[in-house]
């Protein structure tokens, strides 16, 4: 350790020359720094202001906007359940119109088998008449010329052409 009376030298001891050290440099940068750092304190709490200001108006606009879209949500799913009720009664009416309909195409479709049955019926009826006059003048004309003979062959041709000549 150097004594004050010998002047200026080293001091080697850390402890006291740190002390002194900072008991200098210290109030010096205490004096010349605390404007600079009490600006950049300001600047960083106005930043951190700002931010949480601009974040809490970003979550009030997100809460805007979510009421905004549960509103949305709340008129669709009355619009969705109008639809349904809508379609509900619409098919429903269909179902019925549908049902009346099959109901008349079943009644139409049972007059028309009748009348398909009528007809056929007749059809065969008419078929039975046609080969019950072919078969009554088959047999007619075979009993005829089993007892026709050559004269009376002739009488029938002459009263034919007889027949014939008086009607022109």
Do not use: C, W
């Not at 720094?33 to 931010?51: C, N, P, Q, V, Y």
């Not at 007059?111 to 059809?123: N, P, Q, S």
């Amino acid at each position: 350790m150097v004594s004050l009376a010998e002047g200026f030298g080293f001091n080697t001891n850390i402890l006291e020359t740190n002390v002194l050290n900072l008991a200098v440099v210290l109030p010096i940068v205490f004096t010349l720094g605390r404007d600079t750092l009490t600006s950049m304190l300001d600047t960083r709490r106005e930043k951190i202001l700002g931010s949480l200001r601009s974040a809490d108006d970003r979550f009030k606009q997100a809460q805007l906007e979510l009421d905004t879209a549960k509103a949305e949500l709340a008129t669709a799913n009355d619009k969705v359940k109008d639809i349904k009720s809508e379609g509900r009664k619409t098919l429903e009416a269909l179902t019925a119109e549908q049902s009346s309909r099959m109901a008349e195409v079943a009644t139409r479709f049972a007059g028309l088998k009748d009348e398909t049955i009528r007809l056929e019926e007749e059809k065969a009826i008419a078929q039975f008449r046609k080969q019950l006059v072919n078969v009554a003048f088959e047999k007619a004309i075979v009993g005829i010329q089993s007892q026709m003979n050559a004269s009376l062959h002739r009488k029938y041709i002459d009263a034919k052409i007889s027949l014939m000549t008086s009607r022109l």
